[in-house]
């Protein structure tokens, strides 16, 4: 795994509603957007809409990586497709299933089910920084998918470019060991895609997100 138990821990406990911050180690620190991970009804209506386009083109078996408390899984299942999210953490993995959504614990780099067959499979919320290094993440990512099949990526800004820096989780009550992990900016995406075998399909803005579809060449 790339995270440890004490990061499991405290992001288990900010699922469980106790105020949680990410730090990184360029100093910048915000607290974790548990509720929009939820996907619970006070969310905003840009965040339902990036949801929306997180999904919308999702018509066959589909795979989240990351996929936290399971908002998109849900999302999915109601609509029938074939769905499994996928996280390391057992809490995430635990509220996804209560929600009735199909979910393993396990690291995106470890042995999946499916792997090669998936339609689709989905980075949202900063995934693509899993592990620090988005080339082996978008790598990995298009492994999983047949030919054709898409991934749907959450990018960051434009001029963000590609920054591997160190981030941990903090509460009041202490603060984890820092891991690897990357913000990748949108302009990066098609270079990226080319370097793993994936090509850009689509790209949409929603209120300063960006998601980009890219198809398994």
């Given at each position: 795994m790339l995270v440890g138990a004490a990061e499991l821990d405290i992001y288990a406990r900010a699922l469980a509603g106790e105020k949680c911050w990410l730090q990184t180690a360029a100093g910048v620190r915000q607290q974790l957007p548990t509720r929009r991970w939820f996907g619970l009804a006070d969310i905003t209506a840009s965040d339902r809409s990036v949801d929306d386009e997180l999904t919308r083109h999702c018509d066959g078996p589909t795979v989240d990586l990351g996929c936290g408390p399971g908002r998109l899984v849900d999302?999915?299942?109601?609509?029938?497709?074939?769905?499994?999210?996928?996280?390391?953490?057992?809490?995430?993995v635990a509220v996804t299933r209560m929600r009735g959504g199909p979910a393993i614990q396990r690291d995106m780099f470890a042995a999946l089910p499916g792997a090669g067959r998936w339609s689709y499979a989905i980075l949202a919320d900063g995934n693509i920084g899993i592990g620090g290094d988005p080339h082996r993440t978008l790598r990995r990512t298009r492994s999983l998918l047949h030919e054709g099949g898409v991934a749907v990526v959450e990018f960051g800004s434009p001029g963000t470019g590609i920054v591997s820096s160190p981030i941990r989780l903090e509460t009041a009550a202490g603060f984890s060991p820092w891991y690897p992990w990357a913000t990748v900016g949108v302009e990066c995406a098609q270079r990226l895609g080319a370097a793993v075998g994936l090509r850009v399909l689509?790209?949409?803005?929603?209120?300063?997100?960006?998601?980009?579809?890219?198809a398994a060449a």
């Open positions: 999302r999915l299942v109601r609509r029938g497709i074939t769905t499994l999210g996928v996280d390391i953490s057992p809490m995430a689509r790209e949409v803005e929603i209120a300063g997100r960006h998601i980009v579809c890219l």
